[in-house]
């Protein structure tokens, strides 16, 4: 497709169970970002991916979060054990280095 | 202190009004710039990037001062419709190179 894809759109889940978040960039894209969002709240900076670099991982909260990125495409977060403070939007976005990102629709996940 | 820096509002202007945005950031190496707008709900969504000469698409016109790192944002003729949180976005250069947000400042257009 023409746009960052995430899925699932949504996601409940029980507390301490591990969830897989997906991201397909636009195609050609070098840039991936992750984000979450809470209720009210503004961006969070989760990781960053540019080309083959090391990823940015300074913005993950625990050690129960983990990110990869494969063949310079795809991305899949996971978090382990989640948590209700888990809970939010999260949102991938893609660019060429240096431009401005698109994001896409987000994942709402919701640890009950 | 936040590498950029938004005054979150909310912004409240009657319809036609005209609205000006600030946003500062505070590392030099910052490259390029931009405007998101994110409505309620949904995800942010690319409004206009921002250059040193001033760009205009519009309504919109956006401004950058390198020397003082400041980007600003200015409204004409609001609309009920411009009613969004606006996101002040900055990508900082180098080894650690990525886009930083600015929290974002809410616009409410009244009637």
């Known amino acids: 497709g023409a746009g960052v894809s995430q899925s699932p759109s949504n996601k409940v889940t029980e507390k301490g169970k591990d969830v897989e978040l997906r991201c397909d960039p636009i195609?050609?894209?070098?840039?991936l970002y992750w984000y979450r969002q809470s209720l009210g709240q503004g961006l969070e900076f989760l990781i960053y991916?540019?080309?083959?670099?090391?990823?940015?991982k300074s913005g993950l909260p625990s050690d129960r979060f983990s990110a990869e990125r494969t063949g310079g495409s795809v991305s899949t977060l996971t978090i382990q054990r989640t948590q209700q403070e888990d809970s939010a939007v999260y949102l991938c976005?893609?660019?060429?280095?240096?431009?401005?990102?698109?994001f896409g629709q987000g994942t709402r996940l919701t640890v009950v | 202190r936040k590498e950029v820096e938004q005054d979150p509002g909310p912004f409240n202007v009657p319809e036609g009004a005209t609205v000006a945005f600030n946003c500062t950031y505070s590392?030099?190496?910052?490259?390029?710039f931009f405007w998101y707008r994110q409505d309620c709900r949904k995800e942010p969504k690319l409004l206009m990037s921002?250059?040193?000469s001033g760009n205009e698409d519009g309504r919109f016109t956006a401004q950058l001062n390198r020397a003082s790192q400041y980007i600003s944002l200015l409204i004409r003729d609001s609309k009920l419709s411009d009613s969004a949180t606006y996101l002040c976005?900055?990508?900082?250069?180098?080894?650690?190179?990525?886009?930083?947000f600015g929290q974002g400042t809410t616009l409410q257009v009244k009637p």
């Open positions: 976005a893609s660019s060429f280095s240096g431009k401005g990102a698109f």
């Open positions: 195609s050609g894209h070098t840039a």
């Open positions: 991916f540019q080309g083959n670099s090391a990823p940015d």
């Open positions: 590392n030099s190496a910052s490259q390029s």
């Open positions: 921002v250059y040193s």
């Open positions: 976005v900055v990508f900082r250069s180098g080894n650690t190179g990525k886009l930083i």
